[in-house]
């Protein structure tokens, strides 16, 4: 398995701001991936995050908004930019576990736009 | 896009009863993995099913991949209260390199009266 930890856990942001959520993991990973669960509803994977090279974003979800950042094998960020009400959702992080076939978790990051 | 309908939305049981719950898909996955999410918290990985055909258990769970790879479902026996919580199956394809993007269903509100 692995253990991913998130900051800040939880957040209350003005519309127009931005706000940048770490993840950090206890082991090396090439890859990591970025998810958002709106309220009541399912995970939806933003981006993935490869270390050394620019992240790979999915369909509706572009750069100038998600940010990401990969500096080496155990961390990245991810940025909401310019945010507005929609916005406010969880942001979770996972990691691959190729041996295992699987993915973890972080606890998420808990986004609240006013 | 790859779609997973999974089912029933939500679930009210006692203490004690069974639960199933299952998601079909339209296409075939490699691994069928099942997490539960409880408020506030990252989806916790419960079971992974590797193996068309495959049935795993894990305590009061039990899982199976079915024969046709497009479908899995979860049972918990003996439901306590600790098993409030969000559930959801996730399917995962893995198209090469270090692809190994997941597919989540809309999850099953898990719901249990002591």
């Known amino acids: 398995s692995a253990v991913i930890s998130q900051k800040p856990s939880r957040d209350i942001c003005q519309r127009g701001t931005s706000l940048t959520i770490q993840c950090q993991v206890d082991s090396q990973v090439t890859m990591m991936f970025w998810y958002r669960q709106q309220p009541g509803q399912s995970l939806t994977l933003i981006a993935t995050?490869?270390?050394?090279?620019?992240?790979?974003?999915e369909s509706g979800f572009v750069i100038d908004k998600f940010p990401i950042s990969r500096p080496n094998l155990t961390f990245s960020t991810l940025t909401v930019s310019n945010m507005s009400p929609e916005d406010s959702s969880i942001y979770l992080c996972?990691?691959?576990?190729?041996?295992?076939?699987?993915?973890?978790f972080g606890p998420g990051t808990r986004l609240t736009v006013l | 896009g790859q779609q997973l309908n999974q089912s029933p939305q939500s679930m009210f049981i006692q203490e004690g009863e069974d639960v199933s719950m299952n998601c079909t898909s339209s296409?075939?996955?490699?691994?069928w993995l099942w997490y539960k999410q409880e408020p506030g918290e990252g989806p916790v990985l419960l079971i992974a099913l590797y193996k068309a055909g495959e049935l795993t258990s894990n305590g009061r769970l039990t899982a199976q991949f079915g024969i046709t790879r497009k479908d899995s479902f979860l049972n918990i026996s003996a439901s306590i209260p600790s098993d409030v919580g969000i559930y959801f199956c996730a399917g995962q394809l893995y198209s090469g390199g270090s692809n190994y993007k997941l597919t989540f269903g809309k999850g099953t509100l898990l719901t249990v009266n002591p």
């Open positions: 996972s990691v691959p576990i190729y041996r295992e076939d699987t993915q973890y």
């Open positions: 995050a490869n270390q050394g090279s620019e992240a790979t974003y």
């Open positions: 296409s075939i996955f490699n691994t």
